[in-house]
């Protein structure tokens, strides 16, 4: 095991473009940490460069006690597992595992013992003699991780390994991975474009966005705390609803105000934020997380209330998914640029609505709301995220974490609500 530790580290590759740019990162002995963004952002090139299959442009690497600049990747004592397993189709599981350490010139004795070990962490002792094309797809991706165990190394990479696999197995695949990073405590950088992957995995979670390091920090802290617009946005799924709104504070009392609607805020609030009180008046940039969201017969009268249309409802058994659509244009920003739905995967989920908004609520999967209903939503608005419209910077803090205020009347104050 190993401390890895990235100092100012850049690649840029010929003709100028730049896919790293002056990033550092600590990473502890045992740690768990997951690199993640958009497409091109730079964290599979990240992972090469620790690798030494990418050759850097500046700065340092250091793995352990050792800089790794200039050392061949065989000799840096990593283990890689990429999303293709490219596995012999001609050999057995246990002829895929051992086939590193042969090349090794590992002792036999010694090669059997880690094959056993391995395949029994992994649950294919029963599949030893079986060729790859007998496996399912979550059995070949084991294998692949076992032969990156055999070789006992101080450092796992990963590259997206559950990407090509359906989505019920990449549920069960992360559980495993968890469960086998608690039993060999081994530091791992792992990559991912779904955040979802990295908010389960991670001890940390690291934000990448055009080869520049946006965050570093424990999954809730950077759902509850994002230091930006572009975070703030990533961060979350469903992701956050963002508009442009102004703060005021007059005769009625203080608030948020956007579209029709003007969302009262409590002076707690804005002491427990003092970063907020040279935006009153002025304009902001407004965030609301779909979780602090409820049908508002559900919730006390102390949460703010939105009358909405609802568009869509999405019943996900545990929680119903709410669309409808705010009467605003969608935030243009540099920050939102690359949070929007790629065409290749389809384009968003719901139709477009020329100059307005498309907002989702979570409420609670007993509500009775269907399509096309008027219903009026509560909204925990102690949990509102507001960002700095030029520099898409968080504007302080949103209060630290406490019991939630109950969601039905019959729940105590110190219940929590859904998830």
């Given at each position: 095991m190993a401390q890895i530790v990235l100092n100012e580290i850049d690649k840029t590759y010929p003709g100028g473009m730049k896919a790293v740019n002056g990033l550092s990162l600590e990473i502890e002995d045992g740690e768990f940490?997951?690199?993640?963004?958009?497409?091109?952002?730079?964290?599979?090139?990240?992972?090469?460069?620790?690798?030494?299959?990418?050759?850097?442009?500046?700065?340092?690497?250091?793995?352990?006690?050792?800089?790794?600049?200039?050392?061949?990747?065989?000799?840096?004592?990593?283990?890689?597992?990429?999303?293709?397993?490219?596995?012999y189709p001609s050999m057995t599981v246990r002829e895929n595992l051992a086939f590193g350490l042969r090349m090794r010139k590992t002792p036999k004795q010694e090669i059997n013992r880690r094959v056993v070990d391995a395949a029994n962490i992994l649950g294919l002792a029963q599949y030893l003699e079986r060729?790859?094309?007998?496996?399912?797809?979550?059995?070949?991706?084991?294998?692949?991780?076992?032969?990156?165990?055999?070789?006992?190394?101080?450092?796992?990479?990963?590259?997206?390994?559950?990407?090509?696999?359906?989505?019920?197995?990449?549920?069960?695949?992360?559980?495993?991975?968890?469960?086998?990073?608690?039993?060999?405590?081994?530091?791992?950088?792992?990559?991912?474009?779904?955040?979802?992957?990295?908010?389960?995995?991670?001890?940390?979670v690291c934000v990448l966005r055009g080869g520049v390091l946006q965050q570093v920090d424990t999954p809730q802290n950077l759902f509850d705390y994002p230091v930006n617009l572009f975070v703030g946005?990533?961060?979350?799924?469903p992701s956050m609803n963002i508009v442009a709104?102004?703060?005021?504070?007059?005769?009625?009392?203080?608030?948020?105000?956007?579209?029709?609607?003007?969302?009262?805020?409590?002076?707690?609030?804005?002491?427990?934020?003092?970063?907020?009180?040279?935006?009153?008046?002025?304009?902001?940039?407004?965030?609301?997380?779909?979780?602090?969201?409820e049908e508002a017969s559900l919730v006390d009268e102390s949460w703010a209330r939105m009358p909405v249309t609802t568009h869509v409802t999405e019943a996900l058994g545990g929680e119903i998914h709410v669309i409808f659509v705010v009467d605003a244009p969608p935030v243009e920003h540099k920050d939102v640029v690359d949070l929007a739905p790629e065409a290749e995967e389809g384009g968003a989920a719901v139709p477009l609505y020329e100059g307005k908004s498309v907002w989702t609520a979570r409420v609670d999967a007993h509500s009775q709301v269907?399509?096309?209903?008027?219903?009026?939503?509560?909204?925990?608005?102690?949990?509102?995220?507001?960002?700095?419209?030029?520099?898409?910077?968080?504007?302080?803090?949103?209060?630290?974490?406490?019991?939630?205020?109950?969601?039905?009347?019959?729940?105590?104050?110190?219940?929590?609500?859904?998830?």
């Open positions: 940490v997951v690199l993640v963004g958009p497409s091109g952002c730079g964290k599979t090139t990240v992972l090469r460069m620790i690798a030494g299959l990418e050759e850097i442009t500046g700065g340092t690497i250091r793995i352990g006690d050792r800089v790794m600049n200039r050392v061949a990747p065989k000799d840096r004592d990593i283990a890689m597992v990429f999303q293709n397993y490219a596995l060729k790859p094309a007998a496996l399912s797809g979550g059995q070949r991706q084991r294998v692949a991780m076992g032969r990156a165990i055999v070789r006992e190394p101080e450092v796992f990479l990963m590259d997206e390994p559950l990407s090509n696999l359906d989505a019920k197995l990449r549920v069960s695949m992360r559980a495993s991975l968890a469960e086998l990073h608690e039993r060999l405590n081994v530091t791992t950088v792992y990559v991912t474009h779904d955040q979802v992957e990295a908010m389960t995995l991670g001890d940390r946005g990533f961060i979350g799924s709104a102004k703060l005021v504070r007059d005769d009625v009392g203080t608030a948020v105000m956007f579209a029709e609607y003007r969302l009262p805020i409590s002076e707690h609030v804005v002491h427990a934020r003092p970063e907020i009180e040279p935006y009153f008046g002025r304009d902001v940039i407004l965030g609301l997380r779909p979780s602090d969201f269907r399509a096309g209903d008027r219903i009026e939503l509560g909204v925990d608005t102690r949990n509102l995220y507001f960002f700095d419209p030029d520099s898409g910077l968080a504007i302080g803090k949103k209060q630290a974490a406490e019991p939630r205020r109950s969601r039905r009347g019959t729940r105590s104050a110190d219940s929590p609500g859904p998830a």
